[in-house]
């Protein structure tokens, strides 16, 4: 079984960098991908970057294009975000998922099917 956990959250000024950890387990991850999303309340997940396993192609929303960066690290089996020049509209719970059915890559939640717990990031102008 699949396990993602998330670590690196906390509280930054804007303008602040911080780097999100996952770190997985159980499971081949060859032919995954691996994505962030984020949530704030009461609006849907919203997705932030992916990266496939295999070939670490990379893709990510246009709101944090040029300011984060999804990399990966195979031996320890880790997907890091790395994130710069925060913003306060980068509040959020940011979610680590990986879509392990083979299927092509995918900006929709629903197409993940594990998913990590979560670590709040808090940017305060």
């Known amino acids: 079984q699949v396990q993602l956990v998330e670590s690196g959250g906390g509280t930054v000024q804007a303008g602040d960098s911080v780097r999100l950890s996952c770190a997985a387990s159980?499971?081949?991850?060859?032919?995954?991908?691996m994505g962030w999303f984020r949530q704030t309340p009461g609006k849907a997940r919203e997705f932030v970057a992916r990266i496939s396993w295999s070939g670490g192609s990379t893709y990510y929303a246009d709101s944090v294009k040029g300011r984060f960066t999804i990399s990966k690290d195979n031996a320890k089996k880790t997907v890091y975000l790395q994130m710069n020049s925060l913003k306060p509209e980068d509040t959020a719970v940011y979610y680590c998922?990986?879509?392990?059915?083979?299927?092509?890559?995918?900006?929709?939640?629903?197409?993940?099917?594990?998913w990590g717990q979560g670590t709040q990031v808090t940017v305060s102008s």
């Open positions: 159980g499971g081949t991850f060859r032919s995954y991908y």
């Open positions: 998922a990986a879509r392990t059915d083979g299927g092509s890559w995918s900006r929709t939640p629903s197409a993940y099917d594990i």
